[in-house]
């Protein structure tokens, strides 16, 4: 059995709770994780690499990014169902999944916790899936306190002592003897609907440290594609300058529709993390163009390079006002992300 790990920063942090739940257990762990995005690059990861084998043991944890995007207008509805297609995928791999439920600071401190909380936990009881929500097991250990500032070293990330990080990793352990496959349960959001993803436009394979992905450059031209869906792009940044990507969906038949979005680190986020180096996004189709993009027959999907000055939609972390956008030479495409109705 192989235990695959897909979350945000919390999980790659050096010192974190991945490091010691790793050093826990004699189980082979492939961390899987990227920070700064959703469960968009959850689905992502698994549809690429495609090593999750039956019996193999997925542990989710982007409750935190998703609701850090929901605060960012993402809808409610939307963080949902891309959750509710990785659950259908881990099923249809026969994995066993449980789900790591992390809280930002400010969520912590709030007088009621989100409705976000609530309806994750539905979905995920509705598909038999075992979860430790770090903030409901801390306060009911503790008379109902909340966690205090101290287990925390900045918003979004807890902090990396031995006894906030033992408390995290031993929670999720205690999840893995008795996780089971997701149930054979009615959808809730996708309408029967499963993840596919598209890279066989690819070209090229992009290799650092953490990842090996296909990768194709610009301009594009994608035919082809499942009938279904677009809800996800995925790209790497340009470390370098000002650049923006123009991304089209040509219908064979009635107007075409279009958006551009940015592919800028903010310059606080490049100096912190990515040192210059060129970073792995997944851009939310549904949430920058507020409708969806279906495709069907003959419709042809193009990318290529924007050019025009002005604001572009921008995913967490990701420059919105572009002054002089260069021409995106070295942004990478490495895959499309749909939702199509499941085969019986």
């Known amino acids: 059995m192989t235990i695959h790990i897909y979350g945000g920063s919390n999980s790659l942090l050096k010192n974190g709770w991945a490091k010691y739940f790793t050093e826990s257990i004699s189980e082979p762990v492939l961390n899987r994780s990227i920070g700064a995005t959703t469960t968009l690059m959850a689905l992502y990861r698994a549809l690429d690499i495609s090593d999750m084998q039956p019996g193999d043991l997925v542990i989710w944890e982007y409750a935190l990014n998703d609701f850090s995007h929901i605060s960012r207008d993402y809808r409610l509805d939307a963080v949902l169902r891309n959750l ?103 959808s809730l959001y996708i309408d029967g609907r499963e993840p596919v993803l598209v890279t066989d436009f690819c070209t090229a394979r992009f290799k650092n440290s953490i990842v090996d992905l296909p990768a194709a450059r610009l301009p594009l031209s994608i035919g082809n594609l ?89 995913e967490a972390l990701v420059q919105r006002s572009l002054l002089k956008p260069k021409l995106a030479s070295d942004v990478l495409i490495t895959g499309i992300l749909l939702a199509v109705q499941a085969k019986s």
Request: proline share 6%; charged share 20%; hydrophobic share 40%.
């Open 226 to 314: 499942p009938f279904g869906e677009v809800i996800g792009l995925f790209c790497m940044t340009d470390p370098i300058g000002e650049t923006g990507v123009r991304c089209g969906l040509d219908h064979q038949r009635g107007a075409g529709e279009w958006f551009r979005f940015s592919t800028t680190v903010v310059d606080r986020y490049d100096k912190m993390v990515t040192g210059g180096k060129p970073t792995l996004k997944a851009v939310s189709v549904e949430h920058a163009t507020r409708s969806p993009w279906i495709v069907g027959p003959g419709d042809v999907l193009t990318i290529a390079p924007a050019l025009g000055r002005g604001e572009y939609y921008a």
């Open 84 to 186: 509710e297609l990785f659950i259908v995928l881990c099923r249809k791999r026969k994995c066993r999944l449980v789900a790591a439920i992390f809280t930002p600071i400010e969520e912590e401190r709030a007088p009621e916790r989100h409705p976000y909380y609530a309806r994750l936990t539905e979905m995920l009881s509705h598909y038999g899936v075992s979860y430790f929500d770090v903030s409901a097991v801390y306060r009911a250990l503790s008379n109902g306190i909340a966690m205090t500032p101290d287990y925390y070293f900045e918003p979004l990330h807890y902090a990396l002592d031995a006894y906030v990080m033992e408390f995290i990793s031993d929670g999720v352990t205690g999840l893995c003897d008795g996780a089971t496959c997701p149930a054979d349960a009615a």
